[in-house]
């Protein structure tokens, strides 16, 4: 039972650089999202998804491309690195947001440095 | 003003202690009301969901106020495991808007 998985767990970036960050949920469940957290601010919604073709901006997208052609797969795409993508970024699933009392299920978290 | 405010600690209780968790929160349209535990550099995981009427998990007791938009977490007869940071998480009706407020640190001593 792998829930939700996430790669890699740390990652150092130069300025410029781009990367995908992987995550794969085994569960079904139709809605995916990224968030990062920093310091005394908070889990921000970066990109979130409906279901497979479907992906909508969060909070906080600029810097950030996602793609969702399988349900189980929600990749995040950062295009040019910046220090202030300095983070650490949580891929979250559950079943779709109209059942309102189902809550989120985290991967691990990748921890990315971007010098 | 965030839209989920949390009183961010540290709360620091010796062991078998009492400790409540105040949030509140600013959107109206709120729907659906959560509790999270998140262990130092660990992934958030669901702790409870906050009903209406109030629930109970427990040592864990969850609470909710609509018309002063608060919502409450109370530990009873704290456990050294319980040190960790507890995040609110507010889900707003009519989109997929879910909001996580900054959390609240609690360390339990012996």
């Known amino acids: 039972n792998a829930g939700v998985t996430q790669t890699p767990k740390f990652q150092v970036l130069k300025t410029g650089q781009s990367m995908t960050l992987q995550c794969a949920q085994d569960m079904n469940h139709e809605y995916m999202s990224w968030y990062r957290q920093d310091p005394g601010m908070g889990l921000r919604l970066i990109h979130y998804?409906?279901?497979?073709?479907?992906?909508d901006q969060g909070e906080v997208p600029n810097g950030y491309n996602v793609s969702r052609s399988t349900t189980e797969d929600f990749p995040l795409r950062l295009l040019s690195a910046a220090p202030s993508q300095t983070s650490v970024y949580f891929c979250?699933?559950?079943?779709?947001?109209?059942?309102?009392?189902?809550?989120?299920?985290f991967g691990s978290g990748t921890r990315l440095t971007v010098v | 003003r965030k839209e989920v405010e949390q009183d961010p600690g540290p709360f620091n209780v010796p062991e078998g202690a009492t400790v409540a968790f105040n949030c509140t929160y600013s959107?109206?349209?709120?729907?659906?009301f959560f509790w999270y535990r998140q262990d130092c550099r660990k992934e958030p995981k669901l702790l409870m969901s906050?009903?209406?009427s109030g629930n109970e998990d427990g040592r864990f007791t969850a609470q909710l106020n609509r018309a002063s938009q608060y919502i409450s977490l109370l530990i009873r007869d704290s456990k050294l495991s319980d040190s960790a940071t507890y995040l609110c998480v507010v889900k707003v009706s009519g989109g997929f808007k879910t909001i996580f407020g900054a959390g609240t640190r609690l360390f339990v001593k012996a």
């Open positions: 906050v009903y209406s």
């Open positions: 959107n109206s349209a709120s729907q659906s």
């Open positions: 979250a699933s559950s079943y779709r947001q109209s059942s309102y009392n189902y809550g989120y299920t």
């Open positions: 998804s409906v279901g497979a073709g479907i992906t």
